[in-house]
């Protein structure tokens, strides 16, 4: 903790604008029994959806509940390894905490078999080459590596298939 | 059959259905949705209805128990609000999440609305978390834990000759005793007064017994209007008044050992009128315990805490909201004809507010 | 509606990058004690206090209601508060107007800050959670894609964005209050600027603004007191209402979100309002990123859907010439104090219907829409008021 007061020309001490009060907290995160077997799938090196019992969406990660039918989703559906872009945009904004080199391209990727696309990372193109409906697949870290952690997709590349049509993932903008 | 007139509001609104998870030390697997995904089921099922039955919904949590931003999102998942609903969140206990819906219901354009609450105590340290709730320039800095706070409370309390280290303890062990009917409850049981007197300080004057236990919990109320309310249950439980107050944050210039906000907040939603078969405190504190009994003229005649109150489970965000439950579920099941319920934020009872439930 | 409910009195600060100068507490009575000047009232005037902000994290105090009953005047009365994410400021107001609808109060003061330099906002929403990909880089990130949705999805030519960026900044030099006054805007100053999230330019971004609104709203008798007190006419509240729904969920259209859609169909209902663009004199509409102005012209009716960018391009939102001007004020493009940021919009067509906005003033407004949004383009709160009784 410290204050800083301004000194005046007179040498008064001015009003103090500033008390930094470092705040540090710990948690322990529950990921939910859904979302422990989405991160389990991770560290076999697939991804695990669930589908909603009522309306039959297949939802990944799955977070235990459908979220427009508010009921458990139980049962589990392994994905494609391949999906399509559905959108993205390119980060140019240093910012705390950050892992990846700037630019990157931060992407919607919808899963072959998923209703619902997730955030990911596009590498192996130029930033400038990514385009909505382009074909993707997920890079794994080496198999000694992976674990129950995001950190398992190191990212998604082109996966050399042609452009999805806009009118097969326009429904998921 | 034909409700009671309310004190305020023109038109009636009762709790018709009530709803909560077990009450857990740490609920483990389950995230908050998984933990609130059966109570909304249940709340809804006790009634026959659906989330397509209520017109407003209303949560209370905070993004501190769980240490990140928009915690009340997610959680939105659980009920399911398609097509798009209503909704609003307040960042407080869900009491006064409750309060929020009472106000929307006073229109006429719907007739009934859900209420929850819910947080995790365990995922972080309580201890350090609750210092982020007091002035932020004067109090945070110093990271005055909660227990240390009660603790100040409860000798003015002493000192000032209303209460006794023995009449803390009995408090605690009657809480507890009372808990043991109570499937929900986390802390239940029978406690020897003398052994527990004999129990080490945690902070003096303050033994563990006097203590809350940290609960991970939710729970969930269904409301509803007039005509609506008699349709799902056979006995509504009748909101006839509900107010809240705040004091000063300012603990040096508050009088500790005295409750002028719940009194005031009682007064307005007609709890000194006398009458009350059994009251729900939010005391987390058995020392608090004191001061909003004496705050609210509650008598011997008054069953205080027949569900064990917060001493017995205290899930933070929810555990006041969870006393309007436990107290409309007094008159739901016909055993109470008036209840009160009390509901409390911020440090030492800072916040404080009150229902009056009665029978039709 | 048991009662009628105006607004009698608005206040708000002067929006700033830091507000050295004032406490936390210092900001919000700076609001309130404006907007209570403006009522003709004093504190003990007041019924009840209601507040909005924010995410906590942002100044890294739980639960600020509880430290700033003192200053806000709550002791021994009522105090409350909202957090709907970025709609917060708006549906703050509504939980207020809603007491003075519902009979409850006869005067309601209603508060909305955010206070960003006390803490790191962008650090706040990006919290390490162990569960998602720190990929986000503060907001832009997760509207930037949805931007290029809308863009492949409308075939808006690429300066749309631009043309609002421009507009809002050239209208907030007319507004004392706004944190942005750049006298030298231009569509080469904002093409230049860095790509922060392409497609999103760094001029086509909101700032971080420290900031407080207030206003304080009344029942039909207390709006004829301060009438009779200080000479200015009440804004009568002739619609509102709130809309959410699920952040992900399959087939979600997160370009023009349903619950936007049946927000505004809800509040034009009450308000009769039959063709937004005809039937409102202007609208101050959330919009934190400039390509929201066309997004928001499809989603709350204005035009027909893909039809936004047309508006903005031939000058339709513009203060100088449009027909149905936004964000006159400057909007959120100009001032950004999250958690106020929904009520400013509130406040400014209260300033609007009541002939108060000074050098942005539209001529002879009678009825306006406010609206915030919130989450991931998934919370809406709306007002229309009017120079009307309901």
Redesign the interface.
């Known amino acids: ?1 410290s204050d800083t007061a301004t000194e005046t020309e007179g040498g008064e001490r001015g ?1 103090v ?3 930094a ?1 470092p ?1 540090r ?12 077997r989405y ?1 389990r799938g991770l560290a076999e090196g697939k991804f695990i959806g669930q589908r909603c019992p009522v ?1 039959h ?3 990944v ?1 799955a ?10 989703t139980t049962d589990e559906v392994v994905l494609s390894n391949s999906g399509t872009v ?8 240093p ?6 080199e700037i ?2 391209i ?3 990727v919808l899963l072959d078999g998923a ?2 696309s997730f ?3 596009i590498q192996e193109i130029p ?1 400038d080459e990514v385009r ?1 409906g382009m074909r993707v697949e997920a890079v794994w870290v080496p198999d000694d590596e992976l674990g129950p ?2 950190a398992s997709v190191k990212y998604f590349r082109p996966n050399g298939e042609p452009d999805a049509d ?1 009118e097969t993932y ?4 | 059959m034909s409700p009671p007139t309310p004190r305020q509001g023109h038109r009636p609104v009762a709790v018709v259905s009530f709803a909560q998870a077990d009450n857990l030390r740490r ?8 933990m609130l ?1 059966p109570v ?2 249940e709340v809804f099922a006790n009634v026959g209805i659906t ?1 397509d039955d209520v017109g407003f919904i209303c949560s209370g949590s905070t993004d ?1 128990l ?2 990140g931003p928009f915690s009340f999102v ?1 959680a ?7 097509p798009p609903r209503s909704e609003s969140h307040v960042e407080m206990d869900a009491a006064w999440a409750l309060y929020e819906a009472w106000v929307r219901l006073q229109e006429d354009d719907i007739d009934a609305a859900l209420v929850y609450g819910f947080g ?1 105590s ?4 309580l201890g ?2 609750f210092a ?1 709730q007091l002035d ?2 004067v109090m ?2 110093l990271w005055p834990d909660p227990v240390s706070l009660a603790a100040l409370q409860a000798r003015a309390l002493l000192d000032s000759g209303r209460t006794t280290e023995q009449e803390l303890a009995e408090i605690a062990a009657r809480n507890r005793r009372r808990a043991l009917t109570n499937p929900n409850a986390q802390v239940a049981g029978e406690f020897d007064v003398a052994e527990l007197l004999a129990e080490d300080y945690v902070v003096s004057p303050l033994r563990r017994h006097t203590l809350p236990p940290i609960t991970d919990g939710a729970c969930a109320i269904v409301l509803a209007v007039g005509g609506r309310a008699y349709e799902l249950a056979e006995r509504p439980a009748w909101i006839t008044g509900i107010d809240h107050r705040v004091e000063t944050h300012a603990i040096g210039a508050r009088d500790l050992t005295h409750s002028p906000s719940t009194r005031k907040a009682g007064e307005i939603a007609g709890a000194l009128d006398g009458g009350i078969d059994i009251a729900e405190l939010h005391a987390p504190f058995a020392s608090q315990e004191v001061v909003v009994r004496d705050a609210l003229s509650l008598g011997d005649n008054v069953d205080v805490n027949p569900s064990g109150g917060v001493l017995a489970a205290n899930p933070i965000m929810s555990a006041g909201l969870a006393r309007i439950g436990e107290a409309a579920s007094r008159i739901l099941d016909g055993t109470a004809g008036r209840a009160l319920a009390h509901a409390t934020s911020g440090p030492l009872l800072q916040q404080n507010l009150v229902a009056v439930l009665e029978r039709g | 509606m048991a009662e009628r409910c105006a607004v009698i009195g608005v206040g708000q600060t002067h929006h700033k990058s830091r507000r ?2 004032v406490s936390i507490a210092g900001l919000v009575r700076e609001a309130a004690q404006r907007a209570l000047a403006d009522a003709g009232v004093t504190w003990s005037d007041i019924d009840a206090v209601v507040l909005g902000k924010a995410p906590d994290m942002f100044e ?1 105090v739980m639960m600020p209601e509880l430290y700033l009953a003192p200053a806000l005047g709550a002791v021994g009365k009522p105090i409350f508060r909202v957090h709907t994410a970025g709609s917060v400021g708006g549906s703050t107001a509504l939980v207020a107007a809603h007491l003075i609808t519902a009979g409850i109060h006869r005067r309601v003061l209603t508060v909305a800050f955010e206070k960003q330099s006390d803490s ?1 906002a ?2 706040a929403l ?1 919290v ?11 907001a ?2 997760y509207f ?6 809308y863009m ?2 409308s075939g808006a030519p690429r300066d749309t964005g631009m043309l609002v960026a421009v507009k809002d900044r050239l209208q907030a030099l007319k507004n004392p209050y706004a944190h942005l006054h750049i006298p030298d805007i231009s569509l080469q100053m904002v093409e230049e600027s ?7 330019h760094y001029l086509e971004a909101c700032p971080s603004s420290d900031g407080a609104a207030a206003m304080v709203l009344g029942t039909e008798a207390a709006a004829a007191e301060a009438q009779a007190a200080t000479g200015k006419r009440p804004a009568w509240v002739q619609g509102m209402a709130m809309r959410s729904e ?6 979600r ?3 023009n979100p349903q619950a936007g859609r049946d927000c505004a169909k809800d509040v034009y209902a009450q308000a009769g309002i039959e063709n937004p663009r005809e039937d409102l004199d202007c609208a101050e509409v959330y919009v934190p990123f400039s390509w929201y102005e066309p997004m928001w012209l499809e989603n709350l009716g204005f035009c027909a859907e893909g039809d936004g960018w047309k508006l903005t391009q031939e000058g339709a939102t513009a203060l100088d010439g449009g027909d149905i001007p936004w964000n006159c004020s400057g909007g959120v493009l100009s001032s950004n104090p999250i958690g106020a940021s929904g009520m400013l919009r509130f406040l400014e067509v209260a300033l609007q219907v009541r002939g108060e906005a000074g050098e942005h003033q539209v001529d002879g407004v009678r009825r306006a829409l406010g609206q915030a949004y919130g989450g991931g383009s998934q919370f809406f709160a709306m007002w229309v008021l009017g120079t009307e009784k309901p």
């Open positions: 903790m009003p604008t500033h008390l009060t705040i907290l710990e948690y322990n995160f529950t990921a939910g029994i859904a979302q422990s991160l309306c969406k297949v939802y990660p977070r235990g509940s459908c979220p427009t039918d508010g009921v458990a559905t959108t993205y945009c390119i980060v140019n904004v910012f705390a905490g950050q892992t990846i630019p990157y931060c992407a919607q209703n619902l955030m990911g990372l930033t909505m952690t995001l806009y326009k429904e998921y903008l | 609920e483990g697997a389950r995230n908050e949705v998984e995904l909304i089921g989330k501190y769980v240490g997610t939105l998942d659980a009920v399911g609000v398609w995790k365990s995922l972080g340290n350090e978390i982020l932020p320039y945070a800095p | 050295d100068d890294g790191d962008m650090w990006s390490p959670q162990p569960f998602s990909a720190p990929l986000l880089a503060g832009g990130g930037a894609p949805h931007i290029r949705a492949r999805r860095v790509m922060l999230w392409d497609p999103l699920p952040t992900m969920f399959a087939g259209d997160q370009v």
